[in-house]
């Protein structure tokens, strides 16, 4: 009985195992052609500095939100990619794409010389340029008058690079932060006589300090920045589609309709 009955268990279990085989085989006949067009990938990680308002901050809610975070958004979506957003302090923020804890990185990055050596970028989803935040009493009227003042930027910027260049490196007057709400703490409680950083931070910051406390002082000794999504070098078939995808939102009006919720009309 027991030989008998093993007998029975295994011609089932061969039985079964060739039915499991052929049918495996028939599902992924089927399933092949579908999964190559529509199989869901794996979602993109996604890094971003988020104290970086209007582009990338938390809400009350603690949720990431902003332009750049509203752009990437669309962006994936227009190219079939799913993100997630994980909040990344700069310092260090290159080195997690670089190690592969991140696949991009948005972050009101400019793109430079300097960087593309070591990253990848999409292609350019928005202008920017350095702006200078000044107490409104502040006689500052051009960027070569914070020489011998006292300068904060968020260290590694190109602010920081900006400030670096008209003052020197190692310039004790020139204070690097962490985060640029931080240089800009530091300002309002006086311990600074300017700060550089980001056009768009610097313009948001102004208008949500009653507006009179500060004022922004352009230059046009600033250079003209552009933003990209930072890759890998070696995912270049993820920045075409990310590249096809941003092509997609400018053509179609959903990119002029972020920059219009962020930045009010052009
Ligand atoms: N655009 C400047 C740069 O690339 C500043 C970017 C800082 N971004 C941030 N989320 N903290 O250097």
Redesign the pocket.
Known sequence: RTWLHATTALALAALLGACGQREAATTAAAAAPASAASAPERELVVG??A??AP??YQDEKGQIVGFDIDVLRATAEAAGLRVRFVNTP?EGMFNTLLQGDRDVLV????ITDERRQTMAFSAPYFD?VQLIAVPSASKVAHFADLKTLRVGV?T????DEAASRLMGKTNARLRRFE??PLALKELESGGLDAVV??NGVIAHYVANNGGTRFRAVSDPAFVP?Q?GFALRPADSALRERLDAGLKAIRADGRYDAIHTRWFGPK
């Open positions: 971003t500095d104290v970086y582009f990338e700069w972050s009101a990055i400019t920017a968020q590694g910027t190109t602010g985060s640029t950083a980001d920045e933003y």
